[in-house]
Nanobody, 116 residues
Framework: QVQLVESGGGLVQAGGSLRLSCAASGSIVRIDFMGWYRQPPGMRRELVATITSGGSTNYADSVKGRFTISRDNAKNTAYLQMNSLKPEDTAVYYC??????????WGKGTLVTVSS
């Protein structure tokens, strides 16, 4: 069983920064990527950023230039540095881990609230 635990969410003013962390534990066999998704209030879950085991990254257009994803393979931990936050970044942020076929594991989420 694999567990993903997010931390680092909270309330921040527009223009501020937050850093999210995701620690994975359990029987991790083969994972191709770790990533972050978010679900704004009343909206569907959407991709924010992913990073492969080799370090290749992918970002949603809405966060390019403001968010940076990174990972520590030895610690099975992923990070999301979020700068220049906007009110529209308000959402529950979920950590994800998976293979090329899709997401295999989800965290429970951490709330990020950006006030204007």
């Amino acid at each position: 069983q694999v567990q993903l635990v997010e931390s680092g969410g909270g309330l921040v003013q527009a223009g501020g920064s937050l850093r999210l962390s995701c620690a994975a534990s359990g029987s991790i066999v083969r994972i191709d990527f770790m990533g972050w998704y978010r679900q704004p209030p009343g909206m569907r879950r959407e991709l924010v950023a992913t990073i492969t085991s080799g370090g290749s990254t992918n970002y949603a257009d809405s966060v390019k230039g403001r968010f940076t994803i990174s990972r520590d393979n030895a610690k099975n931990t992923a990070y999301l540095q979020m700068n220049s936050l906007k009110p529209e970044d308000t959402a529950v942020y979920y950590c994800a881990m998976g293979r090329s076929s899709g997401v295999d594991y989800w965290g429970k989420g951490t709330l990020v609230t950006v006030s204007s």
